[in-house]
T-cell receptor
Framework: AQTVTQSQPEMSVQEAETVTLSCTYD???????LFWYKQPPSRQMILVIRQEAYKQQNATENRFSVNFQKAAKSFSLKISDSQLGDTAMYFC???????????FGKGTKLSVKP | DAGVIQSPRHEVTEMGQEVTLRCKPI?????LFWYRQTMMRGLELLIY????????DSGMPEDRFSAKMPNASFSTLKIQPSEPRDSAVYFC??????????????FGPGTRLLVL
């Protein structure tokens, strides 16, 4: 079974600063993929970034980047130059092997303060 | 593309009534997923389809829940009879193909269900 743990239920950051959200996972699969999804108050689930486990290089998408530590089974999300629009729930998720569905963590509520 | 479309966006019903949630996946996507989000259990899979065929329904809570995908562009999730503990946000998502998870799942806006 695959599991995802997000140990920070809530975080806050000042606008323009940098924040890192933590995620650890467990899987016995050798081929898996990790995702961060953002859920703003509108409830829409929006893909932020994804990482393929076999790739050494950390994924980046504009202000969003990950620190993927495969041996430690850690997948943290760094948001640089935080903006008010980044205020949302952030979910870490994994999919791998023959199982097609995403397994989600419980989420981290991020508040960006002006 | 219009993205994944779900209807209704909000549903309020009374216990014992039948509820039908609808989903139109992104055109060309082979996989369709139904997830449920609650405060207690978070986001969890209910069922998913590949080319209109149910692949994994192990997340369907009980026989009161059923899902169908009669064609590539339409799926329904039905609850009959509904109970207050079914109150949740129900998401539909689609992806072009599994390919070991390389394909991103795109989510609809969700249906917020309240059973009184």
């Amino acid at each position: 079974a695959q599991t995802v743990t997000q140990s920070q239920p809530e975080m806050s950051v000042q606008e323009a600063e940098t924040v890192t959200l933590s995620c650890t996972y467990d899987t016995s699969e050798s081929n898996y993929y990790l995702f961060w999804y953002k859920q703003p108050p509108s409830r829409q689930m929006i893909l932020v970034i994804r990482q393929e486990a076999y790739k050494q290089q950390n994924a980046t998408e504009n202000r969003f980047s990950v620190n993927f530590q495969k041996a430690a089974k850690s997948f943290s999300l760094k948001i640089s130059d935080s903006q008010l629009g980044d205020t949302a729930m952030y979910f870490c998720a994994i999919v791998g092997g023959s199982q097609g569905n995403l397994i989600f963590g419980k989420g981290t509520k991020l508040s960006v303060k002006p | 593309d219009a993205g994944v479309i779900q209807s209704p966006r909000h549903e309020v019903t009374e216990m014992g009534q039948e509820v039908t949630l609808r989903c139109k996946p992104i055109s060309g996507h082979d996989y369709l997923f139904w997830y449920r989000q609650t405060m207690m259990r978070g986001l969890e899979l209910l069922i998913y389809f590949n080319n209109n065929v149910p692949i994994d329904d192990s997340g369907m809570p009980e026989d009161r829940f059923s899902a169908k995908m009669p064609n590539a562009s339409f799926s329904t999730l039905k609850i009959q009879p509904s109970e207050p503990r079914d109150s949740a946000v129900y998401f539909c998502a689609s992806s072009p193909g599994l390919a070991g998870g390389r394909e991103t799942q795109y989510f609809g806006p969700g249906t917020r269900l309240l059973v009184l």
